[in-house]
């Protein structure tokens, strides 16, 4: 089972800030949370990962809490083309290492 | 450019037939997996390969083979023992499985659907 809890779907305006939060509340010291992204019948992308300390790449940041239990990803200035679903995972040694796939949160950008 | 290339991007099989799906990179990366989606889930891990000459069963290996000869290629046949063959497919790579401070590079998909 995935061990991270995401809100099923999101709206957000375009031009926005758009802040997709993510629960791990179990999440062990040596685990990363990864994000990725995928749009409508294709591949998932890459977004960003990080252990403990925040994140920052040219696609989005990841905030990460102090306690690990949950983290925030953020995408600065939302266009039409973020509309996707977001998957946050907790990549574990203890799940031989596989990344374990939830439902992910659906982010529509509104014009 | 590098990248994860599958094919086709549709397919239609006939009940009762085997079929084989693509997958070829040229990142150079040891690490080969192919995942099922259905609609509305998240991906479930089918096989993966850590090096050439060796895979692994997934967690919904059951009605797939796959086969590792090269490095750049991990082919999934998806045979008549698979019950409900219908989905999409998508096969990923990485520099190793066993580093946990990599990402997995996805392809684009091969959408199967049994006619």
């Known amino acids: 089972d995935a061990k991270t809890t995401q809100p099923t779907s999101m709206d957000c305006a375009e031009g926005r800030a758009a802040n997709l939060p993510c629960n791990h509340s179990?999440?062990?010291?040596?685990?990363?949370v990864y994000w990725y992204r995928q749009i409508h019948s294709q591949g998932p992308q890459y977004i960003i990962h990080g252990l403990k300390n925040n994140e920052t790449n040219e696609m989005a940041s990841l905030i990460i809490t102090e306690d690990r239990k949950s983290s925030t990803l953020i995408l600065p200035h939302a266009t039409l083309r973020d509309t996707a679903v977001y998957y946050c995972?907790?990549?574990?040694?203890?799940?031989?290492?596989?990344?374990?796939w939830g439902a992910g949160t659906k982010l529509i950008i509104k014009p | 450019d590098g990248g994860i290339t599958q094919s086709p991007k549709y397919l239609f099989r006939k009940e009762g037939q085997n079929v084989t799906l693509s997958c070829e990179q040229n990142?150079?990366?040891?690490?080969m997996y192919w995942y099922r989606q259905d609609p509305g889930q998240g991906l479930r891990l089918i096989y993966y390969s850590q090096i050439v000459n060796d895979f692994q069963k997934g967690d919904i290996a059951e009605g797939y083979s796959v086969s590792r000869e090269k490095k750049e290629s991990f082919p999934l046949t998806v045979t008549s023992a698979q019950k409900n063959p219908t989905a999409f497919y998508l096969c990923?790579?990485?520099?190793?499985?066993?580093?946990?401070?990599?990402?997995?590079?996805f392809g684009q998909g091969t959408r199967l659907t049994v006619v």
């Open positions: 995972i907790v990549r574990s040694m203890d799940s031989n290492y596989q990344l374990i």
């Open positions: 990142l150079n990366h040891d690490a």
């Open positions: 179990t999440i062990s010291g040596n685990e990363y």
């Open positions: 990923a790579s990485s520099i190793g499985r066993l580093i946990m401070n990599t990402e997995a590079f």
